[in-house]
């Protein structure tokens, strides 16, 4: 049986942005429940059709959220504890499920049991907590030891997930997430960087208390069945796709986004039955629409994104067409603070969002689209199609990111007398000569044909 998360459709929330919370964190101040704008933002999500929310990083730490200080509670410029409990309860309420940020490859500095070795160097209980922490020489930070920080970030102190009180600490954190917050799943930050030993210990523990709970790493280079397979995670972040969905539209290409779907998915493809994360931007790449030459390319970019094989992501925004790119150092253009109301009346895109919800009604229809096989029909610099099938249906997705209307000739998958189009209501084609059809495609946008 399929997991949930295979008919799911995602939206990505970064709290410390949205919520326009401080920079930094000042841990003398009471905390601020910024968190509970989100209650707003529940009717939005339930138009678009979203049905799981990924929503972090949650937990105290030093400024962006990834620097953790404390894993038992809600960094207090988001609000307490109870502010996330209320929020998880109005999120469930409405159908959506919550999925977390884990942060478990590092802590910031100013954690406790960090904060212990300085204060107490080699006598301290939790020296062996760090990774590669050693005595004699001095941090970049000036600290009587050495010690390593995740990508050279020393920021960043990297955890040692060997330690039989480490694993404690975070599975303890876990335990608490699920049964405090109704926690379904977790997004593992830096997943690629992280123990497999613990990711297969972690879940276990997590299926233990929940068998439904959903794991899903950050991963950006690398075979995603390393860490995507039975006894580790249900899923991963696909940037191998990331780039090609954007810059198969930028440069005129589709045969990039192609190669890779036909590489992943095909006919003896790496990934077949594997439901990937995909998306097109998140708090850590430019928003899409700045990557973008044309801004009706968001159309048939979202087309392709809710038909491909996976489970689609929506990041806070981007369904407006918001622009952003990072600096320097400097990642806050890509996690700006957004009210509602503000940022739907001055949509850049305003469009867009009711094309989502129409691409979001068709894929909670048509099961071909959530778990369907992929194979590839025809692709042209500026068309692409394919099928998605299941034993009991077969939808044929034709997308044209032209400025004019396209003419194709599909080869079908199964034989059908016509193709009814499910995302444009009204629309079929006769098939008049067995095992091909012809069809139009209006510009920018899609059709999604089910065979009858």
Known sequence: MSHWAWDAIFYHIYPLGLCGAPPRNDFGVPAVPRLAELHAWLPHLQGLGVNALYLGPLF??????????????????????????????????TGIRLVL???????????????????????????????????GGSSPYGDPF?????????????????????????FGAVEAWIRDFGVDGLRLDAAD???????????????RLRPDFWLMGEVVHGDYRRWAKDGMLDSVTNYECYKGLYSSLADRNYFEIAYALNREFGEGGLYCGLPLYNFVDNHDVNRVASELKLSAHLFPLYCLLFTMPGVPSLYYGSEWGLTGRRTRGDDRPLRPRLELDGAARHAPQPDLAPAITRLARLRHAARALRHGDYRQLLVKHEQFAFAR???GECVVVAINAASE????????PRPATQLVDLLNPGVSFPV????????SVDPYWARAMALA
């Open 60 to 93: 105290e730490s030093t400024s962006h959220g990834y620097n953790t200080v404390d894993y038992y509670h809600v960094d207090r410029r988001l609000g307490d504890d109870a502010t996330l409990a209320e929020f998880s309860r109005a999120l469930h309420d």
């Open 101 to 135: 940020d884990a942060v478990f490859n590092h802590v910031g500095r100013d954690f406790w049991a960090f904060r212990d070795v300085q204060a107490h160097g080699e006598y301290s209980a939790y020296r062996d907590w760090f990774h590669n922490l050693r005595f």
């Open 146 to 170: 050495t010690y390593e920080g995740w990508a050279d970030h020393y920021s960043l102190v990297k955890l040692n997930l060997a330690n039989p009180g480490v694993r404690e600490h975070l």
């Open 193 to 207: 960087c992280l123990d497999l030993a613990f990711m297969r210990d972690l879940a276990a523990f997590c299926r």
């Open 389 to 391: 099938q299941t034993p």
């Open 405 to 412: 209307p396209a003419t194709l000739d599909l080869p079908l």
């Open 432 to 439: 008049p000569t067995k095992g091909s059809c012809r069809i």
